[in-house]
T-cell receptor, first 110, second 115 residues
Framework: DQQVKQNSPSLSVQEGRISILNCDYT??????FLWYKKYPAEGPTFLIS?????DKNEDGRFTVFLNKSAKHLSLHIVPSQPGDSAVYFC?????????FGAGTRLTVKP | DTGVSQNPRHKITKRGQNVTFRCDPI?????LYWYRQTLGQGPEFLTY????????KSRLLSDRFSAERPKGSFSTLEIQRTEQGDSAMYLC?????????????FGSGTQLSVL
């Protein structure tokens, strides 16, 4: 059962524009949400997170929005840079059980 | 380098052989996780240790899979009688106990190919 879904396998944006990556989840018990970034031949690296008691968390160019009623979260990157090109995984956590989405490959074109 | 270290990076084996992977977590991290990732999918949870105790195992972890963390430091994942369906990237991650435990630090993984 896929409890965390990233329905867009890929996204391409122009350098300087905003990148918006989306994630949906089904389990209302998830209480913490994270975004990981993965470059080829490397493991995922933590990017940004948000607790279920918040609806927004910002860190530099990265902002995560959480809509609990819709069971939806999104990652905004602005402005996008070519170095942001990677696969982005959404993850959701409850009781040490972390589930990942299938990932979205972001390509930022110069 | 104080990150999570995994060995080997790549392993090619014939069907039916046994393989063992090693993970050295970040030294002060009590928690250690094994995940499996196949092409086009996100990491799937396999098992989790807190210190030397294996606290959780996924239903994905068949009887052919066994993981150990004997001294609460490094961990090994063994797959017996490998099958072609075992081909995947095996990722290890660690995290501290308490605050920040939700942020997993991943190694670069071991890519297993079963021929």
């Amino acid at each position: 059962d896929q409890q965390v879904k990233q329905n867009s396998p890929s996204l391409s944006v122009q350098e300087g524009r905003i990148s918006i990556l989306n994630c949906d989840y089904t389990n209302s018990m998830f209480d913490y949400f994270l975004w990981y970034k993965k470059y080829p031949a490397e493991g995922p690296t933590f990017l940004i997170s948000i607790s279920s008691i918040k609806d927004k968390n910002e860190d530099g160019r990265f902002t995560v929005f959480l809509n609990k009623s819709a069971k939806h979260l999104s990652l905004h990157i602005v402005p996008s840079q070519p170095g942001d090109s990677a696969v982005y995984f959404c993850a959701a956590l409850t009781n040490n059980d972390m589930r990942f989405g299938a990932g979205t490959r972001l390509t930022v074109k110069p | 380098d104080t990150g999570v270290s995994q060995n080997p990076r790549h392993k090619i084996t014939k069907r039916g052989q046994n393989v063992t992977f090693r993970c050295d977590p970040i030294s002060e991290h009590n928690r250690l996780y094994w995940y499996r990732q196949t092409l086009g999918q996100g990491p799937e949870f396999l098992t989790y240790f807190q210190n030397e105790a294996q606290l959780e195992k996924s239903r994905l972890l068949s009887d052919r899979f066994s993981a150990e963390r004997p001294k609460g430091s490094f961990s090994t994942l063994e797959i017996q009688r490998t099958e072609q369906g075992d081909s995947a990237m095996y990722l290890c991650a660690s995290s501290p106990e308490g605050g920040g435990s939700e942020k997993l630090f991943f190694g670069s993984g071991t890519q297993l190919s079963v021929l």
